[in-house]
């Protein structure tokens, strides 16, 4: 079955996460007396202006990505600094696999049919060689990289910005550039503070810092 667009929840994230990047910071200036019920916003955007970044590694979300394709976490995992749990292809079946259509071959009718066909192929093969009794971990040899892979992914908030930068920009690849949108628009909403100078261009479907 195609998939459209992906799907992207934020299963966990720092309690009081800007509070907490508040207290390490001031840690380095012993400057708890100036902390109040309010003072972790400016504090927070002043230090990431002033380049001190390392404190927001002690915050971290945890999202889950349904609908995106094995291609999109090839490129997702090279973000080391990272942990990643994936769908395993040598434990689950992919008898009915889902897949991703990039938008180009999408819009032209002649590609979209052959692709859709190269990955029926691909379906039919898998279950003949499972019919044949071959394991999962060697019929899984004939699948694309458009299959959808559902994963887990957890990173520091710092980690978060660096890879906000990269895959958010124009240049990046549109799937991944998709998702990364949607978990800049999930961590705006929960720190606004340490990502709310990311301004989101709905046009072309980037963002970039305005620092």
Not at 95 to 119: C, K, M, R, T
Not at 181 to 205: C, N, W, Y
Request: charged fraction near 30%.
């Amino acid at each position: 079955m195609r998939i459209t667009e992906p799907e992207v929840t934020l299963l966990a994230v720092s309690p009081r996460a800007e509070k907490l990047i508040e207290e390490a910071g001031r840690t380095c200036y012993l400057s708890f007396d100036k902390m109040d019920d309010t003072s972790e916003a400016n504090f927070v955007r002043r230090c990431i202006k002033n380049g001190h970044h390392s404190i927001l590694e002690h915050a971290t979300a945890s999202f889950r990505i349904r609908g995106a394709s094995r291609a999109f976490t090839h490129q997702l995992v090279r973000h080391r600094v990272a942990s990643f749990s994936q769908q395993s292809q040598r434990y689950v079946s992919e008898d009915e696999f889902n897949y991703v259509v990039p938008p180009d071959i999408q819009a032209s009718p002649e590609a979209g049919a052959l692709f859709d066909e190269f990955l029926e192929t691909a379906r039919t093969t898998y279950r003949r060689l499972r019919e044949m009794d071959i394991k999962k971990e060697d019929a899984r040899f004939v699948l694309p990289n458009a299959l959808e892979s559902e994963i887990v992914f957890s990173a520091n908030f710092r980690e978060l910005r660096h890879v906000f930068a990269l895959r958010c920009a124009r240049g990046a690849q549109w799937e991944i550039r998709g998702v990364c949108l949607a978990m800049l628009r999930l961590m705006q909403a929960e720190a606004p503070s340490v990502f709310g100078d990311f301004v989101i261009d709905e046009a072309t479907k980037t963002a970039k810092s305005a620092l």
